[in-house]
């Protein structure tokens, strides 16, 4: 019995976001980037000096972890302790290094996650090019998706939900407002440029488009991912 093409995408969009939440569930007992921290500090100060530098990422790592506030909502701990907490770990080791300049610092943890990014999510977004309709396949694949964004942690404004657009706007977002609570909101741009690294794996006629975000001064950050014809040259 055939399955009609509507069923086939849910379904080939519910593998690629079933592998992805088993890689996060995977993941979840380790400091997520240390062997791009032990490579990048390698290059920076040397193997010799490097060790130590880990192990007081570590030390930080725990620190925080042992001090955090624990939010009732699992998916927002996901965030906190995966993602959060580990580059602000990295940011108290580094910062010293440059002499207290937080935009140098900043920018090089920024150039870390981008490649952190490239590396673990290309296996999930790749496969998109091999279809020949790519948007039908992010369109559903993005609804499950957004549900580790929960409303307890982002104020999200959905503005469009069509097959040629997906448009919305955030304009509470749970990493800025933590990083603020910890002092240093600087740090948030740092997971704003991880969407734009998650976009350069993006097929063709999968465009993406924003003008600003809260973590870089704007008033909200607005989303758009939408279809981008091509000429059929079939």
């Known amino acids: 019995m055939s399955?009609?093409?509507?069923?086939?995408?849910?379904?080939?969009?519910?593998?690629?976001?079933?592998?992805f939440l088993w890689w996060i569930r995977r993941i979840s007992q380790i400091i997520l980037g240390e062997k791009l921290a032990r490579e990048f500090l390698t290059r920076k100060v040397g193997a010799e000096?490097?060790?130590?530098?880990l192990v007081q990422f570590r030390k930080n790592y725990r620190i925080l972890y042992q001090q955090r506030e624990?939010?009732?909502?699992?998916?927002?701990?996901?965030?906190?302790?995966?993602?959060?907490?580990?580059v602000l770990a990295f940011y108290q080791v580094l910062l010293p290094i440059n002499d207290g300049d937080?935009?140098?610092?900043?920018?090089?943890?920024?150039?870390?996650?981008r490649t952190w990014i490239?590396?673990?999510?290309?296996?999930?977004?790749?496969?998109l090019r091999f279809f020949r309709y790519p948007f039908r396949i992010f369109r559903p694949g993005f609804e499950i998706?957004?549900?580790?964004?929960?409303a307890a942690g982002f104020d999200i404004d959905y503005l469009e939900k069509s097959e040629e657009m997906i448009a919305f706007d955030i304009k509470g977002c749970y990493y800025l407002n933590t990083l603020s609570r910890y002092g240093i909101p600087e740090l948030t741009p740092v997971f704003c440029a991880a969407d734009e690294?998650?976009?350069?794996?993006?097929?063709?006629?999968?465009?993406?488009?924003?003008?600003?975000?809260?973590?870089?001064?704007?008033e909200l950050c607005?989303?758009?991912?939408c279809l981008i014809k091509q000429h059929d040259t079939d």
């Open 145 to 150: 998706v957004m549900k580790l964004f929960p």
């Open 222 to 225: 607005d989303f758009r991912y």
């Open 70 to 86: 624990i939010s009732k909502n699992r998916i927002l701990r996901i965030h906190l302790d995966q993602a959060i907490l580990p």
């Open 118 to 127: 490239l590396n673990t999510t290309r296996y999930f977004i790749s496969p």
């Open 102 to 113: 937080k935009q140098k610092t900043i920018n090089e943890i920024e150039g870390v996650v």
């Open 3 to 19: 399955v009609n093409k509507p069923k086939k995408l849910i379904l080939i969009s519910l593998i690629l976001v079933i592998g």
């Open 49 to 53: 000096r490097t060790q130590p530098l």
């Open 197 to 218: 690294a998650l976009a350069e794996l993006f097929p063709p006629s999968i465009g993406f488009n924003r003008t600003q975000t809260l973590g870089r001064g704007g």
